[in-house]
């Protein structure tokens, strides 16, 4: 108000100023002053929010911090729409279950928040992208798009809304368009997020297009944008897994988990260290060494039936080799134990009635 005065006549304004201050109150004036202190932490507070978010890496704990700061904002204003679109975010991300999996009731929660935002304002880009998302987890493909299109239509030439799209045409399977997206997401700007996000859909392309080089290199690059993320590792892990390469498949999951401890990490790391065994095992016939990394894999994850059942075929052949009937003990434990965790295991049952039958030396 106060430079718009001063557009006009200085001596007319400073009376209208020096008028206008004692008309107000001094009740009025500490309202002002109080909110626009409120207006000040609002802000502040979701910036944190925003940053927990934008940044999250499976600590689930920081989501709840981040909710804390959100709700704080309401308590000051409620209207404050954000806030809602902040919560919504914070609950599809703690309903997260694996790969493209989520809790139904986390997804449901994350659209009342969303729609409580849109009442507040319709036209909230940020509300439209995240309503899209929820769709997408949902694997609700039309309104995930209709979502995105509003979201276009609000903010035309948009990275996040490229990406959004690059992701539903993916799971459309239309991977002429998902790759147009993702590579105009590249283009247009410099933020390693929505780059991250571009990567993760060009690698996805190119592993179904079995342009195995050309999917490293976005695997290498996600990892070179977010050097302390232990997600980037871990699916590099993952494809190095797919493609055979045990050993470097194990080192990049034991520096994800390195730097986080996380349950996908460790059922990575205990795959690449099954494959590794398996290898030994059954290709390589070498059972001293295969035993070893069976034992590694289910240190990592106690509840896979074939390490338990590739345990026992190493201990039967070391007690062959060895000539040594104890070891077929620890042979029976195992398949035993691979029948507990998977009752139809046929294998296992076979191969401890084996070792039941060598034992009575029938």
Sequence with gaps: MHKKCFKSNYLLNMAVIFVSFFLFSSKNIFAIENNSANSLLEDELYQKALNILDNYGGNTYSLYEAQGYLKRILELNPTYALSYVGLARAEYKLGYINYDNYEPQNLESAHLYLNKALEINPKLYEAHIAKGYVYLFQKDLTNAKNMAQAAENLKPNQAQTDILFSEIASKENNLVEAEKKAKDVLNKTQEKKLRVAAYEVLGGIYRLRKDYKAAEETYLERIKLEPKSAWSKINYSSFLIKMGNYDKAIDYAKQALAQMDFGMGRHILA????????????????????????????????????????LGVCYRFISYELKDKSLIDKSNESFKKAIELNPNHELAKKELQKNLDWVAGK
Aim: charged share 30%; net charge neutral.
């Design 271 to 310: 795959q690449a260290y099954y494959k590794k065994a398996y290898d030994l095992c059954w290709k390589q016939k070498n059972y001293k060494e295969a035993q070893n990394y069976f034992k590694f894999s289910l240190e990592q994850e106690a509840d896979n039936p074939d390490a338990y059942y590739g």
